[in-house]
């Protein structure tokens, strides 16, 4: 398998991805690589992007706005990856591309959508749905029915209640307390949580 993004986010799932022993790393793959070797795996310029077609491929990159264009540009075979350390309910459902951290708890009934990442310690309670390219960043805490949309990104720390509704493209501050609906594209900072301005809207 291949990692398309040489950052500090791809060390960590090259981390998971030896840990569980799933899959082997061929190589990553980065438009502009920084780097030769990430650990011991080889970084290559970015190839055709018909390379790909045919294998395995996690995006490793953290931009949710990025990993959203990457995907559409580049068609692989996405697999996920968990790090065994993450604690997973049997019938949570985890969709391509996504990547569970060290310590991450999702519990029963939970759906993550493509190209998520669930990161370090962070708790994603009963019958949540996060849709496509969101963040969950770490130590933040979703209660049980909360509902976030595609792209947003929850930050390091923060709260959200149960059954909140958080729209897409939203960007929740570190340590933010949510207690009520947040709607698409806001930037919310504070306990409790206030909209200070709006994200530019993303070419979907």
């Known amino acids: 398998m291949y990692l398309f993004g040489g950052s500090g986010h791809c060390k960590v799932i090259i981390d998971i991805i030896k840990k569980s022993n799933e899959y082997p790393i061929e190589g990553v793959f980065d438009d502009n690589p920084k780097f030769n070797v990430i650990f011991d795996v080889p970084v290559f310029k970015t190839k055709t992007l018909d390379f790909f077609i045919d294998k395995q491929l996690i995006i490793s990159v953290g931009n949710n706005k990025i990993r959203k264009k990457i995907s559409k540009k580049i068609s692989a075979l996405y697999v996920?990856?968990?790090?065994?350390n993450a604690i997973v309910s049997y019938d949570v459902d985890i969709n391509e591309g996504t990547v569970i951290m060290a310590g991450a708890i999702l519990n029963a009934s939970v759906n993550i959508g493509k190209h998520c990442i669930i990161n370090t310690g962070a708790v994603v309670d009963h019958d949540c749905i996060l849709n496509d390219f969101v963040?969950?960043?770490?130590?933040?805490?979703l209660a049980g029915g909360v509902l976030v949309g595609e792209g947003s990104q929850i930050?390091?720390?923060?709260?959200?209640?149960?059954?909140?509704?958080?729209?897409k493209w939203v960007t929740i501050g570190a340590?933010?307390?949510?207690?009520?609906?947040?709607?698409?594209?806001a930037i919310v900072v504070g306990n409790p949580g206030k909209i200070i301005k709006f994200n530019l809207q993303v070419n979907e």
């Open 135 to 141: 963040h969950i960043s770490p130590n933040a805490s």
């Open 175 to 185: 340590g933010a307390v949510i207690i009520k609906d947040v709607p698409d594209y």
């Open 155 to 167: 930050g390091i720390g923060a709260t959200v209640i149960q059954g909140v509704k958080i729209g």
């Open 80 to 84: 996920k990856a968990i790090h065994p």
